[in-house]
């Protein structure tokens, strides 16, 4: 491996960082970045650990820790860094999100938690609403309305581990939960996840020596999003322990404030790590008409009140006209379908890809786009909600089971064939050195995926492609899989993705009759995506359609006005070009039919006060 001179080192693939991105590139001490949206966080931390690894600054054989809040956030970052590394460098990089860093501390060292507190091994990982089921079929508690078994959940992860001796009910609770189970099963949310990760951590010196003597570097992605359990892990693993952390994030975009991220995030790191905040201010993303939107928020909103000048510099790439917005205002939301797809389809036959539009809505898109959707199927477009698909098709164990299907199916799938035998190799512990050893496994292969032709052929229910997919499972062998992916040990787990992935391919196959379009479709290839404002965050559109600005959408918004103005951002920055917004005065669906916008009045204010949105307005 070659060394390059720290002086000399410059941003990989001809990147080019603007000043301060560049300074915590380079940092050697712990930094807080604050960057808006397509500010370019993801390539920023890429960079850095191209040049921390290619400098030696982290030195062989110490790794780098990247902890993301979303999968596609770590996959992302993973990918950029294996791309401007190259492998042998990369594999020093661990691109993870907090969920799944607590659960490889736990898995891997569960025997080293007192046994009043250590889980079975075999825990069954659920999410809130289905302990809420599992204590009401147990008779736990006898309470009538959700939000009572809702409080007893998150008395179990309110403090940390473990509980204060007046808090036997809780322990109680902890012991049926996670540990004695009359039933013979142990659940576990991934907030008790954190809280065991971070007690099994603070209770053993020895593995948080280990921890450090690992890692050199912590990256921490989305930070805004950090909840006070993610923090007490982060911190308990390293505070005060020589690791250089660099964390990025943006408090306009804090909207999981509902889901337990810390308001003050920001200053508990420049508290507790002496962290140096710098701000970025390059948007790469949006252009410079729908940067005019953002910057006219920011200076009624955001930094209304603030000494500090602050402005967001547009990429040179676009021309100074580029970008278009729009807020329709209609009488009903019939009307607001046929408009709306009308203006979709138009800009499908303009070029855009399908997957460049997306259809946004605060909240139930099931509800506010129903029609939209109805409406563009007439027109032969396809639109659906990416809720059930988004987190599934990040998974490991999907990716390789929709690469093995391609290969049975399609004619023509090197990619996928490449991918997969290397895998293939990996757990088989095939030396590919070992010519003769590699061309009998690729043999074997090859006359399975001849036998599996054939196979799927067969397969006329949903029953027998359940069994076909579990032929494919044992032959690669599950236990291989669980090995290289030890995030699938948990066997419930394993099989809820296996049943998920089952049932969603086979729907779109009984819509289409044909399984290489069946895969395309599930993948989303060839349709439109629709989502909440909350799972948009990450991500990026050449054009936005903001289904709903209306009070009914921001229902609580007079409550919790910072959150609803950081999702009215989110939203209105996932734009490149073209952002349109909607407004129905009766929405069919919805509790109440009668809408108003009385109460979000400020986000209209701000649209118009841009002087870039054109407001059009329909009659019935």
Known sequence: MII?????????DGIILEENALLATKSSSNMLVVAGPGAGKSELLAQRACYLLQTNECS?????????FKKDAAANIEERVLKRCGKELGQRFDSMTFDAFAKSLLNQFINAIPIDYRPQKEYEIVNDDELIEVLKTQEIFNY?????????IDKLTKDKLPFSANNKLVKNLWDFVANTDSDGKCYLTFRMIGR???????????????????????????????????????????????????????????????????????????RDFNATEIMMVMNHRSAPRLLQIQKTLYKNFFYKNSEIAFDIVNNNKWNQEDGESYIHLFKDDNKEAEIISAEILKLIELGYS?????????????????NIINKLAELGIVARNEAKYQDLLKEDLINLLVNIMTIIVKVKSSNEWV??????????????????????????????????????????????FEIFINNILEFIDVDKIKYRYSQYNNITTFKKLTSDYCELV????????????????????????????????????????????????????????DEEFCAFFVALSRAKKRLDFTYCENRSLTRYSNQSKSNINEFYNILNDSEIVETIEYDA
């Open 4 to 12: 390059i001179d720290k002086v000399k080192w410059k941003p990989v």
């Open 506 to 561: 086979w729907r779109e196959y009984e819509l289409c009759s044909e399984w290489v379009r069946a895969l395309e479709n599930f993948k989303g290839k060839d349709s439109i995506p629709i989502m909440t404002v909350h799972k948009s965050k990450g991500l990026e559109y050449e054009c936005i359609f903001f289904v709903g600005l209306e009070d009914g959408a921001f229902w609580n918004f007079n409550n919790q006005r």
């Open 354 to 370: 399908k997957r460049d539009i997306c259809i946004l809505a605060k909240q139930t898109p099931e509800i506010y786009c129903t």
């Open 144 to 152: 009538k309305y959700k939000s009572q078994y809702k409080n007893e």
């Open 60 to 68: 062989e054989p110490h790794r780098i820790l990247a902890v993301s």
């Open 419 to 464: 991918e997969f035998i290397e895998l293939f190799r990996y757990l088989n512990e095939n030396n590919e050195n070992d010519v003769y050893k590699s061309i009998e496994l690729e043999k074997q292969l090859n006359n399975r995926i001849i036998n599996f032709k054939i196979q799927i052929g067969k397969v006329k229910t949903f029953i027998e």
């Open 196 to 270: 065991l990760a971070e007690y099994l951590i603070r209770i053993n010196p020895l593995l948080k020596k280990v921890l450090n003597m690992t890692y050199s570097h912590v990256f921490l992605d989305e930070y805004q999003d950090t909840t006070s359990i993610q923090y007490d892990l982060f911190k308990t693993c390293f505070y005060q322990q020589g690791v250089v952390v660099t964390a990025v994030g943006d408090d306009k975009q804090r909207i999981m404030i509902w889901a337990g991220a810390l308001r003050d995030a920001f200053d508990r790191l420049i």
